[in-house]
């Protein structure tokens, strides 16, 4: 009796770490919010990328122009608080990879329409710049199979993005941003 009540407790202990592991995301580029006991998929959205010039490049050739991504609709249905405790877990080809050259974690300028993030700018005298993307710093750590549980350094209220890139694909058909919302 007592050997079947400590493999019984044995297995109680054990079953959370494979509970854990069923929470790892279906597809390769797929991220889900694990807040508290909730598992929730973000949003997915296809983005669209626009470059704009300045009035004053047209008119007399001085002045900038802007490439953006934009995301229709103003907020991801997915929501977190700015003081909770929710971490993402990503889903990569592998997770052997350096995270943060995969994994990219940026907060949009919103407006009524739409969500939109900076991603070069080219100055007439100013020169180029890329990778403008407000990026968010995190920490992660292997999770399941291939992929990497993330914890945000910061969590800003607003609306976030996250792209994850595959290195082993020489050509990506189409980008996909995976969005959610922090609440105050």
């Known amino acids: 009796m007592k050997k079947f009540i400590l493999l019984f407790l044995l297995c109680i202990s054990i079953m959370p770490c494979y509970a854990q592991e069923g929470q790892e995301p279906e597809f390769v580029g797929e991220v889900n919010l694990i807040n508290g006991d909730q598992v929730l998929p973000l949003d997915k959205e296809f983005i669209t990328i626009k470059t704009k010039a300045s009035a004053s490049m047209y008119i007399v050739g001085v002045g900038n122009i802007k490439t ?59 020169g180029q710049t890329d990778n403008k993307l407000k990026q ?19 969590k800003p209220a607003g609306e976030i993005g996250v792209i994850v890139k595959n290195p082993n694909t020489k050509d990506e058909k189409s980008i996909i941003v995976s969005c959610f919302g922090i609440d105050k």
């Open 68 to 126: 953006k991504i934009n995301v229709e609709g103003n907020a991801a249905s997915v929501r977190a608080s700015q003081d909770g405790d929710f971490k993402l877990v990503v889903r990569a080809v592998d997770n052997n990879s350096d995270p943060l050259s995969i994994i990219s974690i940026f907060q949009f300028e919103t407006s009524k329409k739409k969500r939109t993030a900076e991603l070069s700018s080219l100055a007439t005298f100013g």
């Open 136 to 154: 968010l710093g995190f920490s992660a750590k292997k999770f399941g199979e291939s992929s990497y549980l993330i914890t945000l350094k910061e």
